[in-house]
């Protein structure tokens, strides 16, 4: 397997790594956490359980968000959806 750099991929406009890397913003929605970190290292998590009010969960994001500032890329993983499939972490 090839190794993966962790630098920002030049497409991404403005030539400053550290610019682009600040404004990539990634969120981790969980079934009973909401996370985001930014290459920078800065990181936040907030308890939000998904299954029991999932209509909240734009402004919960937005919420999230808004404690880093001007964002120009969003990448997301969701596990949330799989939280009530599973009996346990063994099924």
Request: net charge negative; charged share 15%; aromatic share 4%.
């Given at each position: 397997?090839?190794?993966?750099?962790?630098?920002?991929?030049?497409?991404?406009?403005?030539?400053?790594?550290?610019?682009?890397?600040?404004?990539?913003?990634?969120?981790?929605?969980?079934?009973?956490?909401?996370?985001?970190?930014?290459?920078?290292?800065?990181?936040?998590?907030?308890?939000?359980?998904?299954?029991?009010?999932?209509?909240?969960?734009?402004?919960?994001?937005?919420?999230?968000?808004?404690?880093?500032?001007?964002?120009?890329?969003?990448?997301v993983?969701?596990?949330g959806?799989?939280?009530?499939?599973?009996?346990?972490?063994?099924?």
């Amino acid at each position: 397997m090839a190794e993966q750099s962790a630098t920002v991929p030049p497409r991404l406009g403005t030539g400053n790594p550290s610019v682009e890397q600040a404004q990539i913003l990634g969120l981790d929605i969980g079934g009973a956490n909401l996370k985001a970190a930014t290459l920078t290292g800065q990181a936040r998590s907030i308890p939000f359980a998904l299954w029991r009010d999932p209509a909240q969960l734009p402004r919960q994001l937005e919420t999230l968000k808004a404690g880093f500032g001007p964002v120009a890329h969003v990448v997301v993983t969701m596990t949330g959806e799989l939280c009530d499939c599973f009996t346990d972490k063994s099924a």
